[in-house]
């Protein structure tokens, strides 16, 4: 015992020896059995699969108390695009005074020659450590020896000071896993705040009494052992329509409450929502800078005031007067960067400037204005149990007119009053109020939807197809146009890159009508004509669906434990009128449709007609709901497999 004992310290003293790792599965152990191991069915592509991993997590007993982590994991490379798994990549956070460090860094890679097992060891000279910036570093290595067949087993401890996350275990990753286990050992006068994450179940979840584990100095506390393990874990694969995967991967979580000292003291450290509402109003970079920013404004809003009475008119000329004067620096924040009096001299800022500043000049007119914090879609959901301030990394603001409240961001030149980027469209925000008891949380819900309507009329003359595209563009569709016209150079260059999507027809004219009015749907015409040469003179093919079509189905997988995320509401109208002569006869038309989703989620309609010389035709999507749980994927997967068929046929025309 007192060699073991002996050997753990001169670890900890860095002398290049094994950690000792006393639980999970023992190191080097590799079997032919290993060898033969096969993905899951599931994942019947994947090109890497854990065989085993395990991580167990403790307070350390020595004078900083710091938080450990022993991991340790074995994998088996299945294609060469699994060659990756064997760079390691460990991020490393770092403070002011400390920071964390990698110690006793153990690997192998196994392979089979001549039907033995042979073995390459990792040399831990061959370590780079990479700065990322000022709080991060990346710990990085190579594994020798590694091709497609290879087994790799890794095995480290970490030592990190920043215990308020203990230590986050994710159980999935983009590769499937056949075990993984983690072990958290949390003394008794540390209370954690723990959650579930995901939406796979633990195959073990278990707790038992730990006597006098935690021994700083002379003090002794028992200690709670928590075993989590899943096993058969499917990879977490990434689809369209989704919020940030840290949502939905599959782990467990751990957030610092309070730690309870020998001496009796208790330090707190998960704050209730009245504390954060309260020290925001406070703060000097949020709250006082509202207060700063009404007499920024003062002397801008009293001219406006002259002329302007309606609050919602009032509102809505503010929002413009902030959105015109800013430039936004491209960076997202809460708070403000130098102050809204220098973001106003400057007529640049993050979010924060230019958000805040619209509070400040809403509440100056004498409207009810508040701000409100969110997380973006690609940062992940809020915490709404336990105040974590740094899960929010965005401002934007409210008014309430007559009852109605309007969600603001006035850091986008092409957002109209009222409607937020889909970048803010991720469940709720929290409003800070100067009153704390009408703080509160807000849904975060477009009042738009993705609305687009496409009138096609054509006319036949010979083998030449020619007439008039219509395409009128509103709420979130009107805005993603504006931006991508915006994007090119020139009216005329963003005709020509359209003109990559129109297959065999070319734009003779364009036109664009309300591009700088947000208050109006967004109009374009085009002009279009098309020879169509086939292999057969006398029959005609053609695609009525000519842009903007589905080309693929987005939802591919065969199961999604995730919900499908639009953003918004989505309203697609396409309406063709096509004109023939009398020396034709339509040999083929697309067949009428009409599918609807359960619960009035949406529906997909095609209405198709053959009259005297003209064929007309009207499809019709329509996705009345925002987000569609995981039970209603197969009957979405459904709707646009029957989109895509449809959106691929033809109408065929024969000479008489």
Not at 232 to 253: C, K, L, W
Not at 570 to 592: A, C, G, H, Q, R
Not at 618 to 630: C, F, G, H, R
Request: net charge neutral.
């Amino acid at each position: 015992m007192k060699l073991v004992s002996l050997a753990f310290i001169l670890v900890w003293y860095s002398v290049q020896v094994s950690a000792q790792f006393d639980n999970g599965f023992p190191y080097a152990k590799i079997t032919y059995e290993d060898f033969d191991a096969k993905p899951l069915k599931e994942d019947t592509s994947a090109y890497a699969i854990v065989l085993n991993e395990f991580g167990e997590a403790y307070i350390d007993n020595g004078g900083d108390n710091n938080l450990i982590l022993e991991y340790h994991v074995k994998i088996k490379i299945l294609s060469k695009q699994g060659l990756d798994q064997a760079n390691f990549e460990i991020p490393l956070r770092k403070g002011e005074r400390s920071q964390e460090i990698i110690r006793a860094v153990e690997g192998t890679t196994y392979n089979i020659v001549n039907n033995a097992i042979t073995t390459s060891r990792f040399n831990n000279k061959q370590v780079f450590i990479t700065n990322l910036h000022q709080y991060r570093d990346v710990y990085k290595f190579t594994m020798p020896a590694v091709t497609v067949g290879s087994i790799i087993e890794v095995r480290y401890v970490l030592e990190s000071p920043f215990i308020f996350n203990f230590w986050p275990w994710k159980f999935q990753s983009d590769i499937p896993k056949l075990k993984s286990e983690f072990w958290a050992r949390i003394p008794g006068n540390y209370v954690y705040n723990m959650s579930l994450q995901g939406f796979l179940k633990l195959q073990m979840n278990e707790s038992t009494l730990v006597k006098e584990c935690f021994t700083p100095g002379a003090n002794k506390a028992d200690c709670a052992l928590y075993k989590y393990s899943m096993i058969n874990i499917p990879a977490f694969v990434e689809e369209d329509y989704m919020t940030a995967s840290s949502n939905f991967i599959s782990g467990i979580n751990f957030e610092l409450s309070e730690i309870k000292h020998f001496d009796g003291r208790i330090a707190k450290y998960t704050k209730t929502w009245r504390d954060v509402d309260k020290e925001l109003n406070t703060d000097e970079n949020f709250g006082i800078q509202i207060r700063k920013g009404k007499n920024v404004w003062a002397d801008r809003i009293a001219e406006l005031l002259k002329t302007e009475s309606d609050p919602l008119r009032k509102a809505s000329s503010i929002y413009e007067m902030i959105r015109d004067w800013f430039v936004w620096n491209g960076t997202y924040g809460k708070y403000t960067d130098e102050g809204l009096k220098k973001a106003f001299e400057s007529r640049k800022g993050n979010i924060g400037d230019i958000n805040l500043s619209l509070v400040a000049a809403l509440q100056e007119a004498g409207l009810s204005a508040n701000p409100i914090i969110l997380a973006t879609r690609e940062v992940g959901l809020p915490n709404h149990l336990y105040p974590v301030i740094s899960d929010f990394n965005y401002v934007i603001a409210s008014v309430e007119i007559n009852g109605e409240r309007y969600l603001l961001d006035a850091a986008d030149h092409f957002l109209p009053f009222g409607l937020l980027p889909e970048r803010c469209l991720n469940g709720n925000g929290r409003l800070i109020s100067k009153i704390v008891e009408e703080s509160g949380w807000v849904d975060i819900k477009p009042r738009e939807k993705q609305k687009q309507q496409i009138t096609l009329s054509l006319r036949l003359n010979e083998n030449t197809f020619k007439g008039d595209l219509l395409i009128v563009s509103s709420g979130y569709e009107a805005y993603d146009k504006r931006k991508a016209i915006s994007s090119q150079e020139s009216i005329e260059k963003y005709k020509n890159k359209m003109q990559q999507n129109f297959h065999s027809f070319q734009i003779v004219n364009y036109e664009l009508e309300n591009f700088n009015d947000l208050s109006k749907p967004l109009i374009e015409k085009f002009k279009v004509e098309s020879s169509l040469e086939t292999s057969n003179p006398n029959i005609l093919y053609l695609n009525p669906f000519l842009i903007e079509r589905w080309e693929q189905n987005p939802f591919k997988s065969n199961q999604r434990l995730y919900p499908v995320d639009f953003g918004a509401p989505m309203e697609s109208t396409f309406i063709l009128n096509l004109d023939f002569p009398d020396s034709y006869l339509v040999d083929e038309v697309p067949k009428s449709i009409a599918m609807a989703l359960p619960q009035n989620g949406g529906k997909f309609l095609v209405n198709v007609t053959n009259r005297e010389n003209r064929i007309s035709l009207t499809s019709i999507i329509n996705l009345s709901k925002v987000v569609y749980s995981s039970d209603e994927y197969h009957t979405l997967k459904e709707l646009f497999n029957r989109i895509v068929q449809m959106q691929q046929s033809q109408i065929v025309l024969k000479k008489k």
